[in-house]
């Protein structure tokens, strides 16, 4: 039985050489099912906003939202690294309520780390966070929560002066204390220097393959969100149509008296 998995594991498979795979979850089945795989990290991501609650981005998911989730992904028990978003407005007013909130997450929900997007104007709220001993991924390049500012999701690093800003994000966010570090929607050049730059583990998403990981959506690889479809995203199954199958025959059994059976009744 393998053990459970910590961030001096996660830091190691970079010296190591070895890739770091990482998923998105948001509840018990998903989780069971993707820790029997053994997946090595779990994102508890606030994309749930979007691939399960039906928002049109992050910006309205709540802490009390994603404690819920975390909750139900912790009880699964995975042995993966469980990292837990903070979403909009949880960080961004002052220390005190970035600290509070990731002790909430931690706390209430049973995370093991959280991830906040941002460089180097996070830096100090990631290392009050640190100094809390929870430990903190950063998340730099296309950062969700900033979609007004980048007038929408695009990708982020292509002229010079931007990749050197994102060069010095990274490196902020690294001497701020985060032992990983999320690279989302950069040129792939870009994000392999910045990997090469880096002690710490880079973990891409629509970065290339240069990164020391990568993490997608679990909704987005089964074709469960019609959303968005991010040129990055790759998808391995589609779960959509199995779902549909299953509740036309559900629905055509019914109709036809076909559904409940004896084999599925009480005598």
Not at 10 to 33: C, H, N, W
Not at 91 to 102: C, E, G, K, M, V
Not at 151 to 159: E, F, I, S, T, W
Not at 199 to 211: E, N, Q
């Amino acid at each position: 039985m393998s053990r459970k998995k910590t961030i001096l594991d996660i830091q190691k498979m970079k010296e190591a050489g070895e890739k770091i795979a990482m998923l998105t979850s948001y509840d018990f089945p998903f989780t069971r099912v993707m820790d029997d795989c053994a997946i090595d990290a779990i994102l508890v991501g606030d994309s749930l906003g979007v691939v399960v609650n039906g928002y049109d981005n992050t910006l309205p998911v709540t802490i009390e939202e994603m404690i819920y989730h975390t909750r139900a992904v912790t009880r699964a028990r995975p042995k993966a690294l469980v990292v837990v978003d903070m979403p909009f407005l949880s960080f961004q007013t002052d220390l005190r309520d970035a600290r509070l909130s990731a002790g909430r997450l931690v706390k209430e929900g049973g995370a093991e780390a959280v991830k906040l997007e941002g460089g180097a104007h996070v830096a100090d709220t990631i290392r009050a966070i640190v100094d809390m001993d929870i430990p903190v991924v950063g998340h730099i390049g296309l950062t969700p929560q900033s979609i007004h500012r980048m007038g929408g999701y695009k990708v982020q690093g292509k002229k010079e002066e931007q990749a050197r800003r994102l060069l010095e994000d990274a490196l902020a966010v690294q001497e701020a204390g985060a032992f990983a570090l999320v690279l989302e929607g950069i040129p792939l050049a870009l994000a392999r220097r910045i990997t090469a730059e880096l002690s710490i583990p880079t973990i891409g998403i629509g970065a290339g393959p240069h990164c020391d990981g990568q993490v997608l959506v679990i909704h987005d690889i089964l074709g469960l969100c019609e959303k968005y479809s991010p040129k990055f995203v790759k998808r391995y199954a589609d779960v959509g149509g199995v779902i549909a199958d299953a509740v036309t025959s559900y629905i055509a059994e019914v109709k036809k008296g076909e559904f409940p059976d004896e084999g599925h009744s009480f005598s």
